[in-house]
């Protein structure tokens, strides 16, 4: 089977644009998760999708938005860039919300 | 503020020595998982334990989950070079709330 996969795998923006990045999961994963990972905060949750409907967000302003579709395929907005968002993206899928999750290689974000 | 504290936050080790990791909260957890990260790479998954005074062995490392489920530990035994990388443990709260620990840095010298 193949792993989770995330596009870009790298991405240089500028303050004020916005972004998108893209989560494919295991094929017949349904709960696709994504998680900021930062030197100074570590990892931090962002939200959890699950079968399309966003079960459980964490503490990150309205700038920052998911959504997943029909195939479990998930995209992550960013919007407004700030200099602080520059951090390694991760996404992790699983069957269903209480499995084990299996994490991407992540997008590495620079905003400038 | 961590939720989950986990020390020492760096280690740099000879190949061949002992050495343990521990991860503390305050609040109990219905699980707790372990994970190494390598460099350009996401975590992936060492083990999950979910008893309190559960104890997991992977071959030279040793999991401990503490009885009142708030803490655990990662030993391992003749650490070798391919053990490097950033070890990080995520609690389980309610099920499907998972909160990571600042992660353990470790570097073990050949």
């Known amino acids: 089977k193949a792993g989770v996969t995330q596009t870009p795998r790298y991405l240089i923006k500028t303050r004020g644009q916005q972004v998108t990045l893209s989560c494919s999961p295991i094929s017949g994963h349904r709960s696709v998760s994504w998680y900021q990972q930062t030197p100074g905060q570590g990892l931090q949750f962002l939200f959890e999708y699950f079968s399309e409907t966003q079960r459980n967000k964490g503490n990150f302003p309205g700038r920052f938005s998911g959504r997943q579709f029909s195939n479990s395929r998930s995209e992550m907005n960013v919007s407004t860039l700030e200099l602080g968002d520059s951090a390694l993206y991760l996404c992790?899928?699983?069957?269903?919300?209480?499995?084990?999750?299996?994490f991407g290689p992540g997008t590495r974000l620079l905003v400038l | 503020t961590q939720l989950l504290e986990q020390s020492p936050q760096f280690l740099s080790i000879q190949e061949g020595e002992n050495l343990t990791v521990y991860c503390n909260s305050s609040?109990?957890?219905?699980?707790l998982q372990w994970y190494r990260q390598e460099p350009g790479e996401g975590p992936v998954l060492l083990v999950t334990v979910v008893t309190g005074g559960e104890v997991k062995k992977l071959k030279r490392l040793t999991f401990q989950f503490g009885d009142a489920r708030k803490d655990s530990s990662l030993h391992i035994t003749a650490a070798q070079p391919g053990d490097t990388g950033l070890y990080l443990c995520?609690?389980?709260?309610?099920?499907?709330?998972?909160?990571f620990g600042s992660g353990t840095k470790l570097n073990v010298k050949p």
């Open positions: 609040s109990v957890f219905s699980s």
């Open positions: 992790a899928s699983s069957q269903s919300r209480q499995e084990t999750q299996y």
């Open positions: 995520a609690g389980v709260y309610n099920f499907n709330k998972f909160y």
